[in-house]
Nanobody
Framework: QVQLVESGGGSVQAGGSLRLSCAASGRTFSKSNMGWFRQAPGKEREFVAG????????TYADSAKGRFAISRDNAKNTIYLQMNSLKPEDTAVYYC?????????????????????WGQGTQVTVSS
């Protein structure tokens, strides 16, 4: 049974940092794209960042560029999201997704991929 388990969420003040982790089990994802999504209250889930299986290609939503960094450790079957300079508008439940197509360039704000595996989510709350 495939499982994705997120951790690292919490409450921070604006300007602070958090590092999210997503540990996969049940199969290896070293050849699969993985990424992070988030859903704020009353809003639809949105793509935040994605990374290729090898880790050589990454892409970010405009809201994350320059502040967030996605990475992966295939030996641990884990991806990470380092979030710096957090803002109150980053408050959301953050989800890890695995095994989905990412164009890496040229995608728009309506990018809504079909993700084969989801984690249960971890809450991030940023206070002003």
């Amino acid at each position: 049974q495939v499982q994705l388990v997120e951790s690292g969420g919490g409450s921070v003040q604006a300007g602070g940092s958090l590092r999210l982790s997503c540990a996969a089990s049940g199969r290896t994802f070293s050849k699969s794209n993985m990424g992070w999504f988030r859903q704020a209250p009353g809003k639809e889930r949105e793509f935040v960042a994605g990374i290729s299986g090898s880790g050589t290609r990454v892409t970010y939503a405009d809201s994350a560029k320059g502040r967030f960094a996605i990475s992966r450790d295939n030996a641990k079957n884990t991806i990470y999201l380092q979030m710096n300079s957090l803002k109150p508008e980053d408050t959301a439940v953050y989800y890890c997704g695995a095994d989905f197509w990412i164009p890496f360039t040229g995608w728009g704000s309506d990018f809504n991929p079909t993700v084969n595996y989801w984690g249960q989510g971890t809450q991030v709350t940023v206070s002003s």
